[in-house]
């Protein structure tokens, strides 16, 4: 018989494993700096629910900031970003324990700060601050409907518009703000 095998052969390089307890650099796991689809689900459903509103749509930041689900990684006042808490820089992990949501402006102020107080976050907060009115047209053009405790509601297409079909859809067609007589 001949000698020991190759760990680079059998077990593509990462040798049997059985009993010698070393682990070598290559056998260690990479650290990712990027959130995956599971952490970020699970990061979403920990944030504040923004309340009279869809949770899986609506949220509030870390600094009391009202965010949109569809609004992920873009610059405007209802856009957000997935932040490390505990920065990557620092040795921060990318877990759910370690992660929160903040308006990207608030996420871009903080950099890489450990602990930034939610008074200072809220001064990096953009300044608009939006109406519930405005949060409906808002929902009812990137959703298509507005779901809301009490109110639900969807867009009419055009051909109902134009008075050429009927919907079948139960749920009734949202009243925009300005023709809303409150």
């Known amino acids: 018989?001949?000698?020991?095998?190759?760990?680079?052969?059998?077990?593509?390089?990462?040798g049997s494993g059985g009993g010698v307890g070393v682990s070598s650099p290559a056998r260690q796991k990479e650290r990712t700096r990027s959130f995956d689809e599971?952490?970020?689900a699970a990061c979403w459903r920990k944030a504040a629910v923004l309340a009279?509103?869809?949770?899986?749509r609506w949220r509030q930041d870390a600094a009391g900031n009202v965010v949109c689900r569809r609004f992920w990684s873009c610059h405007g006042c209802l856009c957000y970003e997935y932040d490390h808490i505990v920065p990557f820089s620092k040795g921060g992990e990318s877990t759910v324990d370690n992660c929160q949501i903040l308006q990207t402006r608030?996420?871009?102020?903080k950099s890489d700060k450990a602990w930034v107080e939610q008074a200072e976050m809220r001064g990096f907060s953009c300044d608009i601050k939006f109406t519930d009115k405005e949060l409906d047209v808002i929902e009812m053009a990137v959703y298509g409907d507005v779901i809301r405790p009490g109110k639900q509601c969807r867009c009419r297409t055009v051909a109902e518009m134009l008075g050429q079909v009927k919907s079948k859809n139960q749920m009734a067609a949202c009243v925009l703000p300005d023709k809303d007589t409150s």
């Not at 018989?1 to 990462?14: D, H, I, L, T, V």
């Not at 608030?106 to 102020?109: F, G, K, L, Y």
């Open 1 to 14: 018989m001949g000698g020991p095998s190759s760990p680079s052969r059998e077990n593509n390089g990462e």
């Open 38 to 40: 599971k952490t970020r």
């Open 52 to 56: 009279g509103r869809h949770p899986e």
């Open 106 to 109: 608030v996420n871009r102020s």
